[in-house]
């Protein structure tokens, strides 16, 4: 063992740790979409194709091996959606999205909940961070939209078709509108809480999204994360928590600091 250690290089070490990050960020994209239980499908036919070797099921064994013969082609017509995406985000700089411009969407979001609350109407802003949420953009309708406070009021405006889903913010965009969220399943939730806060507490019970919700009975602001919903914050106090979700403390006080400059 001590030997196997000695004989590898510093090549090596980098090999294993650049792959490992390559399979957690595949794991990441996928966690939470129907890819997972595709891949388990093709897992599956490929234990069968090996046990049909082993047992002589001639035609299964022929069967399965002209259907994985062409398994590479077949998963990029079936992911390709997901490997265009991925692909674009690789060919993005790191430095394309700055914290400034999520600082700049999540003011939006705040002005957008600010305004709806006043005037009784509800509103359900989901914003997603790194569990991927494909499964719940394909449940709505395509918008891919730079976020803004007038194009949230006016997709939850009553009015609108698409009000009475939730609304999935992406890389500080407007990904889907109209969108269906499991509900909580939770018994120990406040009765009196509305089926828009029980769909945020779900899709927070099973992803790491961040929720907005308001309720237009009561105008009070919420905001579900990790399966717990806090209520009744005002515009300063849900500013402050999106702020420290998303943005790290450095990267606050460099925008107080600009802010300040700027006066």
Known sequence: MIEILKSLRWQDFAD?????????????FIRGTRAVQMLAGIFVLIVLYFAAREFEFLTLYWLLGTFLSSIFLIV????????????????????????????????????????????????LIIIERETGLKDYIESGHSIDAILSKQLLVSIFHP????????????????ETAGCVLPLTKNPFINKQLGTRHRAAIGLSEETDAVVVVVSEETQQISLAQHGAI???????????????IFIPKENQAQSLWKNWLRR
């Open 230 to 244: 806090t209520t009744n914050l005002d515009k300063n106090t849900l500013r402050s928590r999106l702020n420290a």
């Open 16 to 28: 294993i740790l650049i792959v490992a990050f390559i399979i957690y960020r595949i794991i990441l």
């Open 76 to 123: 990029i017509i079936i992911f390709q959606r997901d490997i265009r995406r991925a692909l674009t985000q690789v060919g993005q700089t790191p430095f394309a999205k700055t914290h400034d411009d999520t600082g700049h969407a999540l003011g939006e979001i705040v002005l957008a909940v600010q305004y709806l609350a006043q005037r009784k109407i509800g509103a």
């Open 159 to 174: 009015d609108s078709p698409l009000h009475d889903g939730g609304v999935i913010v992406r890389q500080n965009r407007i």
